[in-house]
């Protein structure tokens, strides 16, 4: 039944979600439904018609649709976006979170309290230029600042993440940008148990800073017991993504697992006593919360202490208990509270692994299990491993487009050893908060630490079985996933009806990789991107891409991204050029040497690195049917153009204002 309603719930969020919804209109449906639910329930016989389960189904649903506007609170009359947000006002914000800061800037998520003393809600993203003091600010303090919202904009190329549908998917609909010193702070603020949290914390990894760490070992060790993972270089978290290990560096599922296993063998003597595994329960469930505690309550512990605590009650009754019912339950609760966890990919994939692991392991152990105990540990550990991969394999391909083969060498050698390191890690943790840290137990997990460090770098530089730009969108993730539940089926019972589905997966996802190629080889596209300081022209034909570009350096990145999305096979990369010829259609670029085409009349001008031209003058010259111009230019220069393009009544496209620029290769 929990698996039932779970889905439900998902499906209303879903709904909600994307359809928009308001919060009134479900919640008024709900209370609409509560006595038919009441009277099903007493009248309804046993073999009628199920009117009681329908309306059920119906009102979970509601439910779903009433959390999630009201989570987003976008629906609500008094949300901050229903306020004129043309002009400056002052806004009275209370952090919630505090985002890992850029080159540039200190980010926070924060709660709008007021805007010119009139009480609103909402959430919006605050950003700070980091200055000379390095000011920071923690959660739950209030700050007035006196400024106005913007938009958060859609990515400005093609295949780029998308920053305001993931912050859209939290809630966020805008943000605020303003310097450190018009930040007032409100020295009377209220604290509440997230902000204690993270106060905790932080107090916590100030005292382990004090001790005797190396850099890198700290910031692993921050990430591995306290889920801080700002202080990781990205070389660090980059071996550990590549070996297939990078779960190890968020506290989650795994770690609050073996806490779990830890806290049942140490707390073992009191059952025992009289009602001593009532106690024992209690102190579990306790101590997990604790440690959510001190981890900042970050979503990830947060979902993972949820569904152990009911792992913890399905222990303490002692009775066999389905565990999809466990996890659907977590799932549950977790999802009501905080209903866009559902877009999260960390929520994605812990649930995905956890899922895999309580249906597939069982299945491998009994498929094989050995008489030798070294043999079997390690099977019963490659078997974990496996699980769990295969779990998130789909979702870890669409988001991010790669596979370590060595995943289960690498997870082999180092989870065997997780819980020795996290149960000295919380030994280290309470020590120093007493400042009793004795320096050899310093050294020791140093040691420990960097050899792990030194492991998993070496599993990261087998580049060779590091599966890298693997092309798969949402139509793969879906075949994928109905792969591998057909695959799991067949090879425990196998049926013909199971190995239709199977087989209908394999050739699904063949079927559907050979269409994309066939397809591919009659593109052709022109594409202008916004690159700042640069001119960036991908000109696709088929599976090959050539890249023009003023600036030939630092590109990687945006012909990774298109190449991936696009499945491109090869790519070349050339300097820039003053005038290209497409299909009978016709470019030509001006850039700072300000040399005119002569006798030309191109169908696109293209303004790069801010030439010094009169526009009015050479537009009546060469008669161009649309101007250009990219991130390369000054924004004064830009808005004279725009100007006189609009007196002329000449379509004009800013790819700092409007993203890239799509060229029409069709002839007229």
Not at 171 to 185: A, D, K
Not at 494 to 511: D, N, S, Y
Request: glycine share 6%; with cysteine; proline share 4%.
């Amino acid at each position: 039944m929990s698996i039932r309603l779970t889905l439900c719930l998902v499906t209303g969020i879903l709904l909600g979600f994307y359809l928009d919804i308001a919060p009134y209109t479900p919640f008024m449906a709900i209370l609409a439904l509560l006595p038919l639910l009441y009277w099903f329930k007493k009248k309804q016989p046993r073999e009628g018609f199920p009117y009681f389960e329908i309306v059920t189904v119906l009102a979970t649903i509601l439910v779903g649709v009433f959390v999630v506007g009201m989570d987003s609170s976008k629906g609500l009359k008094n949300h901050y976006s229903h306020h004129d947000l043309g002009k400056e006002s002052l806004w009275n914000l209370k952090v919630r979170e505090v985002l890992k800061p850029n080159s540039f800037s200190q980010r926070y998520v924060v709660q709008v309290i007021s805007r010119d003393n009139e009480k609103c809600n909402g959430k919006m993203v605050l950003n700070l230029p980091i200055d000379s003091t390095g000011t920071k600010y923690q959660v739950d303090e209030e700050l007035y600042v006196f400024s106005k919202p913007e938009d958060i904009k859609p990515p400005l190329n093609p295949h780029q993440f998308n920053y305001k549908d993931f912050l859209k998917k939290q809630g966020i609909f805008h943000q605020i940008r303003v310097n450190p010193e018009s930040v007032l702070v409100h020295n009377h603020h209220t604290w509440t148990l997230l902000g204690k949290a993270s106060r905790a914390r932080e107090h916590i990894i100030s005292k382990l800073k004090r001790e005797h760490f190396g850099k890198e070992e700290l910031a692993v060790i921050q990430a591995l017991l306290l889920g801080q993972r700002d202080d990781i270089s990205e070389s660090t978290y980059n071996d550990y993504a590549n070996a297939g290990a990078i779960h190890i560096l968020a506290v989650s599922g795994l770690h609050v697992g073996i806490l779990l296993l830890l806290l049942q063998f140490v707390l073992s003597p009191l059952e025992r006593l009289p009602k001593g595994n009532t106690l024992k329960l209690v102190l579990i469930v306790l101590l997990l919360w604790g440690y959510a505690f001190v981890a900042g309550l970050s979503p990830s512990i947060i979902r993972a202490v949820t569904m152990f605590s009911f792992l913890a009650y399905a222990l303490y009754l002692n009775r066999p208990t389905n565990s999809f019912n466990i996890v659907a339950l977590s799932m549950f609760f977790i999802l009501l509270v905080k209903p866009l966890m559902l877009f999260q990919v960390g929520f994605q994939m812990s649930y995905a692994a956890v899922l895999a692991i309580v249906w597939i392991y069982p299945k491998l152990q009994r498929f094989w299990l050995p008489e030798n105990f070294i043999v079997r540990k390690t099977w019963q550990l490659l078997s974990v491993s496996v699980a769990a991969q295969l779990g998130v394999l789909p979702i870890s391909l669409f988001y991010f487009h790669q596979f370590p083969a060595l995943f289960f060498i690498s997870n082999l050698l180092v989870i065997p050893f997780l819980g020795l390191i996290l149960g000295f890690g919380v030994l280290t943790i309470v020590l120093s908060l007493f400042n009793y840290l004795p320096s050899f137990l310093v050294t020791g997990y140093n040691w420990t630490i960097k050899t792990m460090n030194s492991v998993i770098g070496w599993f990261a530089q087998q580049e060779g079985f590091i599966i890298k730009d693997i092309p798969f969108d949402a139509f793969q993730l879906i075949l994928g996933y109905l792969t591998i539940i057909a695959l799991v089926i067949f090879l425990s019972k196998p049926k013909w009806k199971t190995a239709l589905v199977l087989t209908f997966g394999i050739v699904g996802l063949q079927v559907w990789g050979i269409w994309g190629q066939i397809q591919l080889t009659k593109r052709e596209s022109l594409l202008l991107l916004h690159k700042s300081r640069n001119t960036v022209l991908l000109h696709q034909t088929g599976r090959h891409l050539d890249v023009h570009a003023k600036d030939t350096t630092n590109l990687n990145r945006i012909v990774r991204d298109y190449s991936i999305a696009e499945r491109i096979h090869s790519a070349s990369i050339s300097e820039l050029k003053n005038s290209y010829t497409i299909h009978g259609k016709s470019l030509y670029v001006i850039d700072s040497l300000s040399i005119y085409p002569e006798n030309q009349k191109p169908d696109f001008l293209l303004l790069t690195q801010s030439p010094k031209i009169n526009l009015e003058r050479l537009l009546d010259s060469i008669q161009p049917k649309m101007v250009l111009v990219d991130g390369s230019n000054y924004k004064s220069y830009v808005f004279r153009w725009k100007k006189t393009c609009t007196q002329k009544e000449i379509p004009f496209h800013d790819t700092r204002e409007k993203g890239f620029y799509v060229f029409s290769l069709e002839k007229d």
